[in-house]
């Protein structure tokens, strides 16, 4: 499935995927802003959101990374800066996983790679969360305008206990491209990245955000940017000099 998507500046092209129930025009605004000025900035409705269709079931990401797939082939995209939170992280990952050729740089924030031990209560503390707002009306309301499809299905999918993929998060240690995982230091069960990725795989870089939490993009957007940019630009002139290298010996 074609993804409704927004693009916007010219250079390397660069995806952002946006965390759950928000949308292309409602996330990363920041950074595409930022990121606009130096590259063409794609930022696609993921399926069941914004204006994008599409429905929700039990191989959600696996879906999503093949409408991402098919929406840069109609783009006539060859390969990506990738960057994706929450949601958006977990189906960058997925996307990698299964499309590893089109994936220049990998970033990634706000996920976990270890099932926390009170998983059960998180889960369902979530659960009553998202009860609760689907009983507020200023908030149906609100995203009833924002989503074409039939949101509601985001949170049943996530009602499930197994919902969460923590094994794709793991294929991290497998990428063979350079990858950025950004944790905000007051998230405990996503800071556990900090030490299971940097010695299972050289390419995998880590970077603990002050003064945030699960949204490290909103929450601190400037500095996001600013590492987001450093990763790229030394991570491509690395394996520029490289080829380089291998040519001229």
């Known amino acids: 499935m074609i993804l409704h998507t927004k693009v916007i500046g010219e250079g390397d092209?660069?995806?952002?995927?946006?965390?759950?129930?928000?949308?292309?025009?409602?996330?990363?605004r920041y950074q595409v802003e930022y990121f606009s000025k130096t590259y063409r900035v794609i930022s696609p409705d993921l399926r069941g959101h914004g204006k994008s269709g599409g429905h929700?079931?039990?191989?959600?990401f696996c879906d999503a990374a093949k409408d991402l797939q098919e929406t840069l082939l109609h783009l006539g995209v060859k390969q990506v800066h990738l960057a994706g939170c929450s949601l958006g992280a977990i189906v960058a990952i997925k996307f990698a996983q299964l499309f590893p050729e089109l994936v220049k740089t990998l970033t990634v924030?706000?996920?976990?790679?270890?099932?926390p031990a009170n998983w059960l209560e998180l889960h369902e503390s979530d659960v009553?969360?998202?009860?609760?707002?689907?009983?507020?009306?200023?908030?149906?309301?609100?995203?009833?305008?924002?989503?074409?499809?039939?949101?509601?299905?985001?949170?049943?999918?996530?009602?499930?206990?197994?919902?969460?993929?923590?094994?794709?998060?793991?294929?991290?240690?497998?990428?063979?491209?350079?990858?950025?995982?950004?944790?905000?230091?007051?998230?405990?069960w996503e800071t556990a990245a900090v030490e299971y990725y940097p010695r299972n795989n050289a390419f995998v870089h880590v970077a603990v955000i002050p003064f945030a939490a699960h949204l490290v993009h909103?929450?601190?957007?400037?500095?996001?940017?600013?590492?987001?940019?450093?990763?790229?630009?030394?991570?491509?002139?690395?394996?520029?000099?490289?080829?380089?290298v291998e040519v001229e010996s």
């Open 109 to 115: 924030s706000g996920m976990m790679v270890i099932k």
């Open 13 to 28: 092209p660069m995806v952002f995927l946006h965390t759950g129930l928000e949308t292309s025009e409602t996330d990363f």
């Open 218 to 244: 909103s929450e601190q957007p400037e500095m996001y940017c600013l590492l987001v940019d450093q990763f790229i630009n030394n991570t491509t002139n690395l394996e520029e000099n490289s080829i380089r």
């Open 56 to 60: 929700i079931s039990d191989t959600y």
């Open 128 to 188: 009553k969360f998202q009860a609760k707002l689907l009983e507020n009306k200023d908030a149906i309301l609100y995203y009833n305008q924002l989503h074409a499809s039939d949101w509601k299905q985001f949170i049943y999918f996530g009602r499930q206990e197994d919902w969460y993929p923590f094994e794709d998060m793991k294929a991290i240690t497998h990428f063979q491209f350079p990858v950025l995982i950004l944790v905000g230091e007051r998230n405990p």
